[in-house]
Structure formats: structure tokens, C-alpha cells
């Protein structure tokens, strides 16, 4: 049995200031979880949010509900 590796990926809207995540949504289907990581620390801590979280975090940011 093989594991499928988590493909990390940055937004399109990210203006590479530093101040980025990087997701790997590739596993919210295969393993029920939404790896969220530092862009810039890549081999620190990673939040393993459930797809369901993860899409009402990307609501509320696309609402504008969650800005500082």
C-alpha cells in the first residue's frame, strides 16, 4: 500500500511577502484532512484540518468576515 504524498501548494493570490500558507488539498478525499502549513517554515508544525473546516475558513475569507 502505497501513501499519497501531500502536494503543497501557495495561493494565486499570495503577493510573496512572506506572510503565506501552503495547502495541500490533494488529501481532503483520500485521508479526510486539509494539511495547512508556514510557507515559510515548510518542516514546522502543520495544522491537519477536516475539508469541511478548511471550505468555512475560504468562505469567511472570501466573505471578508475574517480581516484583521
Not at 495547502?23 to 518542516?43: C, E, F, M, Q
Not at 508544525?45 to 469541511?52: E, F, I, R
Request: include cysteine.
Amino acid at each position: 500500500m502505497t501513501t499519497e504524498p501531500p502536494r503543497w501548494f501557495t495561493s494565486s493570490y499570495s503577493n510573496n511577502g512572506g506572510a503565506c500558507v501552503e495547502v495541500a488539498a490533494n488529501l481532503a478525499a483520500t485521508h479526510g484532512i486539509v494539511p495547512v502549513r508556514d510557507s515559510k517554515n515548510p518542516h514546522g508544525p502543520t495544522l491537519a484540518l477536516a475539508p469541511d473546516a478548511w471550505a468555512a475558513f475560504v468562505g469567511g475569507v472570501q466573505q471578508g468576515a475574517l480581516t484583521p
